[in-house]
């Protein structure tokens, strides 16, 4: 910028020349539309530099990880975003859409709002979901893939048709950063809750309940979680993250998902370290439970009263568990021509243990035995908005994580009769499909998934016992609870109507789904092979903005 002009005086006394002033003011008026140019000049350059300030700060936003800006989109109908490889303190380097809602970058939420130096935005949709299934399993939402009825009894021949709402969602995320740390706290929630008996007669006022609630810590490359998160096991879609939009738990509309997933959302402690762009490397722990099934296990007779309320079978709370279950998690995330790749592998360590008395002793006597399982699963966009999935899990003791359709365990007696022993119950499962969005608007998907369990069975030798009876899971004559395999292939679309940063989306979406159920053993020679049922499952939802 020119300096300041000064106008300058004649002395005291003096005349001035006409033409000199004149020569003055023409010099001035030229000083002056000089200095007016440069005015403007510079008033472009700060523009300019106003609009790159700002994108640059738009850019920093949308390159947030998927974990620190804390996505609550609900996995299934937009959750098909994949997140480039994250770098090594959790950012990511751009998002690859694949799903009905995803943007191209992460714009803040127009709900968005601060409180001192805290970000809080809420989120959440509305969901209306007629659910119509041709045999009756006893579960008003969820399907209990556990329980389809043979058509040998009166439930395999009711049809179950019925509205709910009660899958509406809303969730808040706080986020703020200490120095070093950056800090997200996560709550979400629905209407799943248990409800009271007589839910359905008049008021319909189901229960809200706590899906997921956490907190998640960052430091360079260092995360620490804790809370009530999805488990491990569930596999994810990108890195180790736990939110909503990260988690593969399938596009279905059902709200118990897809038979051959393995899943939790429990209480537990992460942590993880991001050595580069790629890898994540995690060790967590978990809530634990020794599950023995949905009523499907039998114990030795004598030991029956003593070990029954030390085994959850579902009906209570309040089960003693050794130690906390252990779970190691290792993801990689990478980038081939443009097209997001997913790798993970988990492993699982759970304990058991049971206490009884020797039979005519007084003292007590424990058992201890631990079970082992591990999964694997990948994510990959093999060719522009296709995707292929695929998770296979394995243990002998992790039933309960395929939606507790078989035990962990069982409790055998010894040949002698006089004690029992611990024995993990083999269960493996899994899932291969495809998502395609096959135009902005429109994806369609499919899946194919099933859970296997292993029989684990003994002669009744215990006190009491009656002649050739049979304990444990899966054993001659016992009951079609006891599944050997269940299977589920599925059929799905999505379709948006309409979407806007500033106003949410509403999508419409369907599910159509077979599945099959086999039990070790058959009641009686006229009893069914297998259960059957056909399910489908429209749903309209309204996503907030």
């Known amino acids: 910028m020119s300096g300041l002009i000064v106008a300058q005086t004649n002395a005291p006394g003096t005349t001035s020349d006409?033409?000199?002033?004149?020569?003055?003011?023409?010099?001035l008026r030229e000083q002056m539309a000089q200095q007016q140019k440069q005015l403007a000049?510079?008033?472009?350059?700060?523009?300019?530099?106003?609009?790159?300030?700002?994108?640059?700060?738009?850019?920093?936003?949308?390159?947030?990880?998927?974990?620190?800006?804390?996505?609550?989109?609900?996995?299934?109908?937009?959750?098909?975003?994949?997140?480039?490889?994250?770098?090594?303190?959790?950012?990511?380097?751009?998002t690859v859409s694949t799903g009905n809602l995803q943007e191209t970058e992460r714009k803040?939420?127009?709900?968005?709002?601060?409180?001192?130096?805290?970000?809080?935005?809420p989120g959440g949709f509305l969901e209306f979901t007629e659910i119509f299934r041709t045999t009756n399993t006893g579960s008003p939402s969820g399907t209990n893939f556990f329980s389809i009825p043979f058509s040998n009894g009166p439930t395999g021949h009711l049809t179950d048709n019925h509205f709910s709402a009660a899958n509406s969602r809303i969730s808040l995320k706080a986020n703020e950063k200490f120095g070093k740390l950056d800090v997200t706290g996560y709550v979400e929630a629905d209407f799943l809750g248990n409800d009271a008996a007589n839910a359905n007669v008049t008021s319909n006022s189901h229960t809200f309940r706590e899906r997921l609630y956490f907190v998640d810590v960052k430091r360079d490359k260092f995360e620490f979680l804790a809370g009530q998160m999805w488990g491990w096991l569930t596999p994810n879609r990108v890195g180790l993250s736990p939110y909503p939009s990260d988690v593969f738990n399938s596009l279905d509309v059902d709200y118990n998902y897809q038979v051959g997933l393995p899943w939790t959302r429990q209480t537990g402690v992460r942590f993880i370290y991001h050595p580069n762009d790629h890898w994540a490397l995690g060790f967590g722990l978990e809530n634990p439970d020794q599950f023995g099934?949905?009523?499907?296990?039998?114990?030795?007779?004598?030991?029956?009263?003593?070990?029954?309320?030390?085994?959850?079978?579902?009906?209570?709370?309040?089960?003693?568990?050794?130690?906390?279950?252990?779970?190691?998690?290792?993801?990689?995330?990478?980038?081939?021509?443009?097209?997001?790749?997913?790798a993970e592998a988990t492993g699982l360590v759970s304990g058991f243990k049971v206490t009884n008395q020797l039979t005519g002793q007084t003292a007590f006597t424990t058992h201890t035995k631990e079970g082992f399982g591990g999964a694997a699963a990948i994510n990959y966009e093999a060719f522009k908005n296709f995707h292929v999935v695929a998770n296979a899990f394995w243990s002998d003791g992790g039933g309960r994580y395929l939606f507790g359709a078989g035990p962990d365990?069982?409790?055998?007696?010894?040949?002698?009769?006089?004690?029992?022993?611990?024995?993990?119950?083999?269960?493996?499962?899994?899932i291969f499909g495809f998502e395609y969005q096959m135009t902005p608007k429109s994806m369609l998907y499919s899946y194919?998934?099933?859970?296997?369990?292993?029989?684990?069975?003994?002669?009744?030798?215990?006190?009491?016992?009656?002649?050739?009876?049979?304990?444990?899971?899966?054993?001659?004559?016992s009951a079609n609870s006891n599944n050997r395999s269940i299977q589920e292939p599925t059929l799905g679309w999505i379709q948006t109507f309409w979407k806007s940063p500033q106003h949410g989306a509403l999508v419409f979406a369907i599910q159509g789904s077979y599945l099959t159920r086999s039990p070790w053993a058959l009641a009686n020679a006229l009893q069914p092979k297998n259960a059957h049922l056909v399910e489908i499952l429209p749903d309209l939802r309204f996503y907030l903005p």
């Not at 099934?293 to 009906?315: K, R």
């Open 409 to 430: 365990l069982v409790v055998l007696p010894t040949a002698a009769g006089n004690d029992v022993f611990i024995s993990p119950v083999h269960a493996s499962s899994g």
């Open 18 to 27: 006409p033409s000199n002033v004149a020569d003055e003011l023409k010099q």
């Open 41 to 94: 000049d510079q008033q472009k350059e700060l523009d300019k530099l106003r609009k790159q300030v700002g994108s640059d700060a738009q850019t920093a936003s949308a390159a947030k990880s998927d974990s620190s800006s804390g996505d609550s989109r609900d996995g299934r109908f937009v959750n098909a975003s994949l997140t480039a490889p994250a770098s090594a303190n959790g950012a990511a380097a751009k």
């Open 448 to 477: 194919y998934g099933g859970d296997y369990f292993g029989r684990n069975f003994a002669l009744d030798t215990s006190a009491g016992a009656k002649p050739k009876t049979f304990v444990g899971y899966g054993g001659p004559g």
């Open 293 to 342: 099934g949905q009523g499907s296990t039998t114990f030795p007779t004598a030991f029956g009263p003593v070990l029954g309320p030390q085994i959850d079978s579902a009906n209570g709370t309040g089960i003693p568990n050794l130690h906390p279950d252990i779970l190691p998690k290792i993801a990689y995330d990478t980038d081939m021509n443009g097209k997001h790749f997913h």
């Open 108 to 121: 803040e939420s127009p709900l968005s709002f601060r409180i001192g130096g805290a970000e809080f935005t």
